[in-house]
């Protein structure tokens, strides 16, 4: 059986090393055919430009095992990993299961925060001109990012001359009714223009209209 598996080893070997010679020795053509073009049309006859482009890229022969030799290397080094990691996990298991589990625990922790920070600095928002919108907030000695009031909210928009639109949300939460009893789900409190400001428009139905955001107007909700 071990003998079998080596023939086919050999046998895969020789197949990959063939197709390697075959595309080493297309490229080197190509560039030595290129090198013969550009000596030509320096002034070069086609005889000479081929003897210099020869001269240039060196003994092909040479240069075809110096090739081998270097991926037969690393071939040869990744089998060689390969069969010591396997003859280690043989040997501790116990070792080779915390290493692994150690390992998926810091790929997995690796990929969340990437994926985090690919969301929250890397990739644009989901909006058209992400990189017209701006938040603004207030802030005071004992706190950096303070609620904004109300009537703060009326003033910074009746005196804005900088922006295109000012609006205002806050995170908030809401108790649902529902056929198997009440839920709570997440929600935003947002002002009239908010979704006119981010550029998007609902799947279906209307937008919130002016004046649906003062006090005392009737309550209004967008559904996700």
Known sequence: MNSIRRFFNKLGFLFRR???TAELDEEMTFHRQQAER??????????????????????????RDRSHSVVGFKLETVVQDL?????????????????????????????????FVDAALIKPLP?????????VTENSAQFERNPLSYPDYLDWKR????????????????????????ESVPGERVSAGFFSTLGVRPALGRDFRAGEDVVGAAHVALLS
């Open 18 to 20: 063939n197709r390697f």
């Open 38 to 63: 550009e000596f030509v049309a320096d002034g070069m006859t086609p005889e000479a430009a081929r003897y210099a482009a020869m001269r240039q890229f060196g003994n092909a022969a040479q240069l």
């Open 83 to 115: 069969r010591f990691a396997l003859r280690q996990l043989h040997r501790s298991p116990g070792f080779a299961a915390t290493a692994i589990v150690i390992l998926a625990l810091g790929i997995g922790a690796s990929v969340a925060i990437f994926a």
């Open 127 to 135: 909006y058209p001109q992400p990189n017209r919108l701006i938040e």
């Open 159 to 182: 005196m804005n001359s900088v922006f295109s639109s000012v609006d205002v949300f806050a995170n908030t939460g809401y108790a649902l009714k529902t056929a198997g009893g009440t």
